[in-house]
């Protein structure tokens, strides 16, 4: 599921190396937008739905925090 | 703040659109960011097209043109009007107000209130309230304007705003009629007010030649001290968060449940906010219009009736329909009026060439 998020974030905005990052929002990686596109990504690929609350920027820190989520919010690993 | 009122209804609603369209498609390259980028939030946020008034267009221009539209139409005689009360954030000067311009334009006898207030978002929930008031003291009918041009406030090069936002207007007939309760429920928050601004232009910073200058804000958009902007997450978390939780405490305190609703009224910000708000809170999407900015931008105050006007035209002309509608934004300000809107004598969506 890794590989599978880190190859969205490289659809996304494939000008970055993501791997340099330790919080993709603060260094401007990602902006609100790209959050929200990001949450349509996922949630069409792991068919689950992301509660309005869990969009905040510190759930898209990094291809952990957005693995918590996804499957916070019931996709299977 | 939660106030009840009796014995008041809607009675005709006329929506007056400019005729230009703007295509999100065409737009696309004025942004410095990718277009395959910038293409992907046309499905996400149900960007397509927008409203844009011209740029000599003001609230008043469409306000009369609607108000006269009506009054030789007959859906209201010039005598009939007790009060003209005008909700916008664009007034056409500081002085005089936007109410006096269409009074004068429309040629509406001198006993007649005219009161403008500053409202974005929630601009429909405050006319109603203002208009719900004056009606307790008078029979006449209250013309009530919801308007905005903040297409001529947005920067065309900023994708955070200039996407969403569509100029129009809305002219609403209320009277009083029946003897139905109607539960209104507001609720402000100024602390959080800078979440969504336009910062200069008033007295507080002047508009001036360095107000105007478009600046780099760091994050690809380009924008002046004049334009409006709105923090997207900022303004995403507040909905979120305080929505859910007053329609909730409104139905429970009102004894009603979801079904009881023919129709959700909201507030049209984008599509990926209210397909959230409608996971949330559990509400049928069939009940809930949600294709306001795809069709026409975020018309701020007069995003609630456009969106009644637009969607159900007939229903609001042939039967009586269970209300709820809701409002958030600009303040910070959030709020519900269930009501009964129905058996209208008109309803229309009209064009003109301002």
């Known amino acids: 599921m890794n590989e599978e998020i880190m190859a969205m974030l490289k659809e996304l905005r494939p000008e970055f190396d993501y791997s340099d990052s330790e919080d993709f929002v603060m260094d401007g990686f990602l902006d609100s937008f790209d959050i929200i596109s990001l949450v ?9 739905k992301i509660d309005g609350l869990d969009i905040v920027p510190e759930n898209f820190a990094s291809v952990e925090t957005i693995l918590s989520l996804v499957l916070r919010s019931g996709g299977n690993k | 703040m939660i106030m009840k009122f009796r014995g008041k209804r809607i009675t005709s609603m006329l929506g007056i659109l400019p005729e230009t369209v703007g295509f999100f498609d065409d737009e696309v390259n004025n942004y410095s960011f990718p277009p395959k980028q910038t293409m992907r939030l046309k499905k996400v946020m149900g960007y397509d097209r927008h409203r844009l008034a011209k740029d000599s267009s003001t609230v008043s221009d469409f306000a009369a043109f609607g ?10 005689g010039r005598d009939d009007i007790g009060a003209i009360v005008t909700v916008t954030l664009c007034p056409d000067f500081f002085v005089p107000h936007i109410s006096n311009i269409v009074q004068s334009k429309c040629n509406i006898g001198h006993d007649t209130i005219c009161i403008d207030i500053a ?6 929930l405050l006319g109603l309230m203002q208009s719900f008031m004056l009606l307790e003291h008078m029979d006449k009918k209250v013309v009530l304007i919801n308007g905005d041009v903040l297409s001529h406030k947005v920067s065309k090069k900023d994708r955070n705003d200039f996407p ?9 007939i209320i009277e009083n009629k029946g003897n139905e309760e109607i539960f209104y429920e507001m609720h402000n928050d100024g602390s959080r007010g800078n979440a969504l601004t336009i910062p200069a232009g008033g007295f507080r910073m002047p508009s001036t030649s360095i ?9 690809g958009n380009f924008r002046a001290l004049d334009h409006m902007h709105m923090d997207g997450s900022e303004v995403f978390n507040f909905v979120q968060k305080e929505v859910p939780h007053m329609l909730s405490h409104a139905l429970k305190i009102t004894g009603k449940k979801v079904d009881d609703f023919d129709w959700f009224f909201f507030h049209q910000p984008n599509k990926f906010m209210l397909q959230k708000l409608v996971e949330k809170l559990g509400l049928p999407v069939e ?15 007069a995003s609630i009736p456009l969106t009644a006007i637009f969607n159900c ?3 609001l002309l042939n039967k009586d329909n269970k209300c709820c509608l809701s409002a958030f934004g600009s303040g ?18 009209i064009e003109s060439n301002l």
């Open chain 1, 40 to 48: 349509s990504l996922l949630e069409e690929k792991y068919n689950i």
């Open chain 2, 67 to 76: 108000l006269n539209y009506m009054l030789e139409s007959g859906w209201i």
């Open chain 2, 119 to 124: 409202q974005g978002c929630c601009g429909f």
């Open chain 2, 164 to 172: 969403l936002i569509g100029d129009a207007t809305t002219i609403s």
């Open chain 2, 211 to 219: 107000t105007a200058e478009l600046t780099d804000q760091g994050d």
């Open chain 2, 287 to 301: 009940r809930f219009p949600m294709n306001l900015v795809e069709n026409f931008g975020n018309p701020s105050g």
């Open chain 2, 313 to 315: 035209q007939e229903d």
């Open chain 2, 332 to 349: 910070l300000a959030w709020g519900t009026i269930f009501m009964t809107i129905g058996r209208l004598s008109h309803v229309e969506l």
